[in-house]
């Protein structure tokens, strides 16, 4: 007489992932629809006042950088290497310790560093770079 101990156990079926595929796609859906989804219109905001007023502040005295590296301050133009005498000047006619730097796309980085070295050590106390906002 035979045991069934020496019978094979029955095989289990064979378990696919598709639906765990589908669950899975179904939330990749999901959270791309979910995520670029903007807020409503007709929704209230009241936006803070801010300290200071923008068209009361002075603006910055404003740098021109050309793409041979010439630096014009207002209608004089000067070499970026002896700067320091004439931007202390000019900055000084003005009143001014913050300067707006416009530089050429093709001037080179030492032009530009040589005069970001210069107001440094003139003490300027804010240097913005104005740029052209990316496509």
């Known amino acids: ?11 289990r079926q064979f378990e696919t992932l598709i ?3 589908n669950v899975v796609f179904l939330l990749l859906i999901f959270f791309l629809l979910a995520g670029t989804m903007t807020p409503a219109d007709n929704v209230a905001v009241k936006l803070p006042v801010g300290a200071l007023n923008d068209a009361e502040r002075e603006m910055p005295a404003t740098l021109l950088v050309e793409a041979d590296g010439f630096v014009w301050l207002g209608e004089r133009v000067v070499d970026p290497k002896i700067a320091h005498g004439p931007l202390r000047e000019y900055l000084a006619d003005k ?3 913050r300067v707006a730097v416009k530089a050429d796309a093709e001037a080179s980085a030492e032009s530009l560093l040589l005069l970001m070295e210069a107001l440094r050590e003139i003490g300027v106390k804010q240097v913005t770079i104005v740029t052209e906002r990316g496509r």
Not at 1 to 11: A, G, H, N
Request: no cysteine; glycine share 6%; aromatic share 0%.
């Open 95 to 97: 009143g001014m310790d």
């Open 1 to 11: 007489m035979m045991s069934d101990i020496d019978q094979d156990p029955p095989r």
């Open 19 to 21: 639906p765990l595929i």
